[in-house]
């Protein structure tokens, strides 16, 4: 949004939380890759995912954390999968956390969509080891 007093109080509040969980690098990577073409798209995820769903305050990051990589890997969100487990830095969701909702996958949404999410959540769990993760 060009003019800063269009920004609601829950762009505002999806803002911070977007980047509390996925980090300044990865949002500032966002915005300044952004044309006018998807900053409509941009402005609606902030309100909408992250100012209405991941702000409420029923569930803690950490939980909100685990679902979301679970929903992402049975529908096979492959880079959403990937962003989400490296944002598991910020949300306090564990290692066993992720393998217990790839579990749950596995058996609701299928192996071959678990499978292929473990692939990922291993090689981004690899690179954080590293310190290679972004």
């Not at 980047?19 to 044309?35: F, I, M």
């Amino acid at each position: 949004m060009s003019d800063a007093t269009a920004l609601s109080k829950r762009y505002r509040e999806g803002m911070a939380t977007r980047r509390a969980v996925l980090g300044d690098n990865h949002v500032n990577r966002a915005q300044s890759a952004s044309t006018d073409f998807d900053q409509p798209f941009q402005e609606l995820i902030t309100e909408a995912a992250w100012g209405h769903v991941w702000s409420r305050p029923n569930w803690t990051k950490r939980e909100r954390s685990i679902v979301t990589i679970a929903l992402l890997a049975a529908l096979g969100q492959d880079e959403e999968v990937a962003m989400h487990v490296r944002a598991t830095a910020n949300t306090g969701a564990s290692r066993e956390d992720i393998c217990e909702a790839l579990l749950h996958v596995a058996i609701y949404a299928g192996v071959p969509a678990a499978n292929h999410a473990i692939k990922i959540a291993k090689e981004v769990l690899a690179e954080m080891d590293a310190g290679r993760a972004a």
